[in-house]
């Protein structure tokens, strides 16, 4: 057994996905020694297995989908899809699963990076064990960051343990599309790679155990997908009880409450994420088995720490709970960075947190939906208006215009905002602004919304509201 190293930096930041690796390299910059810690490759689970592989694989996609909307408005499109080129340019991207180039990229700046696995083993103490067995024991003197995001969670299903079932990860790294797939989750994960894959050639099932898809959004956006995805020839189920799993002979089998089966050569398991808090030694944070996230204040300081510290922690990231996005864990590294470095400034406002789900039509969301808003108990009036009775949409054409803009209202502000269409996530941009800032709704009825946009919906629905 390799001696234990020790050492006193001036911080750790212990994960390096999209929020540590930021965090620790602006740390760096000002000048502290940091020690950034990941087990896995520097970047995090969005340049490798997440956010931008799967939208490599959702361009490509898309670029078969709008092909096949040529006949009727020019000419004539044969398209014959291949996933040869989808799989290479992912791996491209990704470099093959290979971190150097942003591992140089902080130690350029003047980082240390150490690759191990990193626990929490006293207020104020990190171990990490190394590949090579190596311990290092580190108590930094100003500040511990934990930034180690989440991982794909599995339900409890009898059987799927025990067969080679498919998380995100995996179906990133496929060099084949298989005939058929099945996948556990009409979610973001589910739909965009559903989508996606139907739409290169793979004969696609989606079983959902809620009432829609995207549940966490508005029903309408649910209603949406179900209509978009079962025209592209996806096979959507939802409130569906999956009660077994079988594999047999390379083919999985799905056993559901009502008597329902499906089979498929694949299953994607994308019913959401679990954060590893017993790898993380939560218990020293004080944080038992039922905790779903690390609790932090308006600054990202790990709340209960405070005075029994001997050196700050900050959480930051998917750990946090506030929401599983790569935007949210840039945000939180920003506001923790300033907390770290007694700058000051904003804390954290959770009030418009953007949302943008990757399909075709893409759904965009800010703030609060019209539910969550009613339950919040707010003088809660909406106004919708489909992209189809636009301008935009008529030009556009009838295959390929579906979508619509949605606003929530809480007297004279808008709360939350859906815009679904094709740039959904582009018009949500105007949208996440009117929430964040609170634009008053009269200033938002006397904007000028450029002509024929699809943008100019907002101001449709903004008049009705007005
Ligand atoms: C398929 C997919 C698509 C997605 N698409 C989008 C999208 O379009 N837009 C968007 O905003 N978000 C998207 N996300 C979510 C996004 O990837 C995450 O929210 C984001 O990566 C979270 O960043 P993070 O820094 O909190 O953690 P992560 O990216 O999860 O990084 C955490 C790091 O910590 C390391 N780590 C964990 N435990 C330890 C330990 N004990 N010791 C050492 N290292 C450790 C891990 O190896 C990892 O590198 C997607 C996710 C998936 C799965
Ligand atoms: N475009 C984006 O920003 C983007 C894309 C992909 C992922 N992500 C992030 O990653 C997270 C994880 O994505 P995800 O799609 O795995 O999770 P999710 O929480 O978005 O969706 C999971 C879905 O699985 C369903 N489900 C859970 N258990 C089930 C079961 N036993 N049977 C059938 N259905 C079941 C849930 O009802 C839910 O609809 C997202 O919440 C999001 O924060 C973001």
Same mark, same amino acid.
């Given at each position: 057994?390799?001696?234990?190293?020790?050492?006193?930096?001036?911080?750790?930041?212990?994960?390096?996905?999209?929020?540590?690796?930021?965090?620790?390299?602006?740390?760096?910059?000002?000048?502290?020694?940091?020690?950034?810690?990941?087990?896995?490759?520097?970047?995090?689970?969005?340049?490798?297995?997440?956010?931008?592989?799967?939208?490599?694989?959702?361009?490509?996609?898309?670029?078969?989908?709008?092909?096949?909307?040529?006949?009727?408005?020019?000419?004539?499109?044969? /398209?014959?899809?291949?996933?040869?080129?989808?799989?290479?340019?992912?791996?491209?991207?990704?470099?093959?699963?290979?971190?150097?180039?942003?591992?140089?990229? %902080?130690?350029?700046?003047?980082?240390?990076?150490?690759?191990?696995?990193?626990?929490?083993?006293? $207020?104020?103490?990190?171990?990490?064990?190394?590949?090579?067995?190596?311990?290092?024991?580190?108590?930094?003197?100003?500040?511990?960051?934990?930034?180690?995001?989440?991982?794909?969670?599995?339900?409890?299903?009898?059987?799927?343990? +025990?067969?080679?079932?498919?998380?995100?990860?995996?179906?990133?790294?496929?060099?084949?599309?298989?005939? =058929?797939?099945?996948?556990?989750?009409?979610?973001?994960?589910?739909?965009?790679?559903?989508?996606?894959?139907?739409?290169?050639?793979?004969?696609?099932?989606?079983?959902?155990?809620?009432?829609?898809?995207?549940?966490?959004?508005?029903?309408?956006?649910?209603?949406? @997908?179900?209509?978009?995805?079962?025209?592209?020839?996806?096979?959507? #189920?939802?409130?569906?009880?999956?009660?077994? /799993?079988?594999?047999?002979?390379?083919?999985?089998?799905?056993?559901?409450?009502?008597?329902?089966?499906?089979?498929?050569?694949?299953?994607?398991?994308?019913?959401?994420?679990?954060? &590893?808090?017993?790898?993380?030694?939560?218990?020293?944070?004080?944080?038992?088995?039922?905790?779903?996230?690390?609790?932090?204040?308006?600054?990202?300081?790990?709340?209960?720490?405070?005075?029994?510290? $001997?050196?700050?922690?900050?959480?930051?990231?998917?750990?946090?709970?506030?929401?599983?996005?790569?935007?949210?864990?840039?945000?939180? &590294?920003?506001?923790? /960075?300033?907390?770290?470095?007694?700058?000051?400034? +904003?804390?954290?406002?959770? #009030? &418009?947190?953007?949302?943008?789900?990757?399909?075709?039509?893409?759904?965009?969301?800010?703030?609060?939906?019209?539910? *969550?808003?009613?339950?919040?108990?707010?003088?809660?009036?909406? +106004? *919708?208006?489909?992209?189809?009775?636009?301008?935009?949409?008529?030009?556009?054409?009838?295959?390929?215009?579906?979508?619509?803009?949605?606003?929530? +209202?809480?007297?004279?502000? @808008?709360?939350?905002?859906? =815009?679904?269409?094709?740039?959904?996530?582009?018009?949500?941009?105007?949208?996440?602004?009117?929430?964040?800032?609170?634009?008053?709704?009269?200033?938002?009825?006397?904007?000028?919304? &450029?002509?024929?946009? %699809?943008?100019?919906?907002?101001?449709?629905?903004?008049?009705?509201?007005?």
């Amino acid at each position: 057994m390799p001696a234990t190293v020790r050492e006193t930096p001036d911080a750790v930041v212990i994960g390096m996905g999209p929020g540590g690796e930021d965090l620790a390299g602006r740390l760096a910059d000002a000048g502290l020694d940091v020690v950034g810690v990941d087990e896995r490759l520097v970047g995090g689970e969005c340049p490798y297995w997440g956010c931008i592989p799967s939208k490599i694989m959702v361009r490509s996609a898309d670029l078969v989908g709008e092909a096949r909307r040529i006949p009727g408005m020019a000419g004539i499109a044969r /398209v014959h899809p291949e996933f040869r080129p989808v799989a290479r340019r992912v791996r491209q991207a990704t470099d093959d699963w290979n971190d150097k180039v942003a591992v140089d990229r %902080f130690t350029g700046r003047g980082g240390r990076f150490l690759r191990g696995t990193a626990r929490l083993t006293a $207020p104020g103490e990190v171990t990490v064990l190394g590949a090579d067995e190596r311990e290092t024991v580190l108590r930094p003197r100003q500040a511990i960051v934990l930034a180690t995001g989440s991982e794909p969670a599995a339900p409890p299903v009898p059987g799927l343990a +025990a067969t080679p079932y498919w998380t995100n990860r995996e179906l990133i790294e496929a060099e084949e599309l298989p005939e =058929s797939l099945l996948i556990i989750g009409g979610g973001a994960i589910g739909l965009e790679l559903g989508q996606a894959w139907q739409r290169l050639g793979c004969a696609v099932t989606v079983v959902e155990a809620g009432p829609q898809l995207l549940g966490r959004e508005e029903p309408e956006s649910g209603d949406l @997908l179900t209509q978009v995805l079962s025209a592209d020839g996806v096979s959507v #189920h939802t409130g569906v009880e999956v009660q077994g /799993v079988e594999y047999r002979d390379g083919r999985f089998q799905l056993l559901c409450k009502r008597g329902e089966r499906f089979s498929a050569d694949r299953l994607l398991v994308a019913t959401g994420r679990r954060i &590893a808090l017993d790898r993380i030694g939560g218990g020293v944070l004080g944080l038992g088995s039922e905790a779903r996230a690390v609790p932090v204040d308006e600054r990202l300081r790990v709340v209960g720490t405070q005075g029994s510290w $001997p050196v700050g922690i900050w959480a930051i990231g998917d750990v946090t709970g506030k929401g599983a996005f790569t935007h949210m864990a840039m945000y939180q &590294a920003d506001v923790a /960075v300033r907390a770290i470095l007694g700058q000051g400034g +904003a804390p954290a406002r959770y #009030h &418009a947190v953007p949302r943008v789900t990757f399909t075709d039509p893409e759904i965009g969301a800010v703030g609060l939906t019209e539910a *969550q808003a009613r339950a919040e108990g707010r003088r809660v009036r909406t +106004a *919708q208006t489909e992209l189809s009775a636009s301008s935009r949409g008529y030009i556009h054409g009838s295959n390929g215009n579906a979508g619509f803009v949605k606003l929530v +209202a809480d007297g004279d502000t @808008l709360v939350g905002a859906t =815009s679904a269409g094709p740039s959904g996530g582009e018009v949500l941009g105007l949208l996440s602004l009117a929430v964040s800032a609170r634009i008053p709704i009269a200033e938002l009825a006397a904007t000028i919304w &450029a002509y024929p946009t %699809f943008h100019r919906a907002v101001g449709t629905a903004v008049a009705e509201l007005a």
